[in-house]
């Protein structure tokens, strides 16, 4: 019963410093993305993919970087981590068919960044 | 452009009390979803219900229950006799289309709910 796997749970960088933050769902789910959190703003979309191959912006992608190789993983990259990025990032999944089914956006536990 | 406002952005209550969390969402879909999740401190995000456009009927779970008006684009929610244990962040959500979409929802910021004995 995995679901949707993020790892790290938390995370310290230096600015400039990169990293990816890795997510991956057992689902077989065409519909991934990754939202970031934070006080006052709830959350907030970065990118995200419709299936394997396809990724798209959503509100605040700048400073970050998807790839979905297979439909299973979605890791999202922070090329030059900035302090302003210091926040908690979550990653979901759904089936999208959601004219039938419970229609979940299913969230993994998320990540807590923090960018010195 | 989608839109999602929660106004309270904290409520307080005393254990018992039914507490009635307001949600008004911005679209100009027809054909849109609208979300409840629970952040409790632990942090983590727990689905509570999601409602299409296409059904207007409210809905009711234990001691849970949403009202879904689209004449006055609202999706409020409403927990009847609070307990300790309901004490967390509530966000409304929306996503606009059909396929395609599914994984973009917009997030209202969030209402604190604090249930005290």
């Known amino acids: 019963n995995a679901g949707v796997t993020q790892t790290p749970k938390f995370q310290v960088l230096k600015t400039g410093q990169s990293m990816t933050l890795q997510c991956a769902q057992d689902m077989n789910h065409e519909y991934m993305s990754w939202y970031r959190q934070d006080p006052g703003m709830g959350l907030r979309l970065i990118h995200y993919?419709?299936?394997?191959?396809?990724?798209d912006q959503g509100e605040v992608p700048n400073g970050y970087n998807v790839s979905r190789s297979t439909t299973e993983d979605f890791p999202l990259r922070l090329l030059s981590a900035a302090p302003s990025q210091t926040s908690v990032y979550f990653c979901?999944?759904?089936?999208?068919?959601?004219?039938?089914?419970?229609?979940?956006?299913?969230f993994g536990e998320g990540s807590r960044l923090t960018v010195l | 452009a989608q839109k999602v406002t929660q106004a309270q952005t904290e409520i307080s209550v005393v254990e018992k009390e039914d507490v009635t969390l307001d949600c008004v969402y911005e679209?100009?879909?027809?054909?849109?979803?609208l979300f409840w999740y629970k952040q409790p401190p632990s942090g983590e995000l727990v689905f509570l219900i999601r409602?299409?456009?296409?059904?207007?009927q409210n809905e009711i779970s234990g001691r849970y229950s949403w009202n879904f008006q689209k004449s006055t684009s609202s999706f409020n929610f409403t927990i009847t006799a609070s307990q300790v244990v309901d004490s967390a962040v509530y966000f409304c959500?929306?996503?606009?289309?059909?396929?395609?979409?599914?994984?973009?929802?917009?997030f209202g910021t969030g209402t604190r709910l604090q249930v005290t004995l």
């Open positions: 993919s419709v299936g394997a191959g396809i990724t």
């Open positions: 409602r299409n456009s296409f059904d207007e």
């Open positions: 979901a999944s759904t089936s999208g068919r959601w004219t039938s089914g419970r229609g979940e956006l299913f």
């Open positions: 959500a929306l996503s606009e289309g059909d396929t395609g979409t599914a994984s973009k929802l917009t």
């Open positions: 679209t100009r879909d027809t054909t849109y979803y």
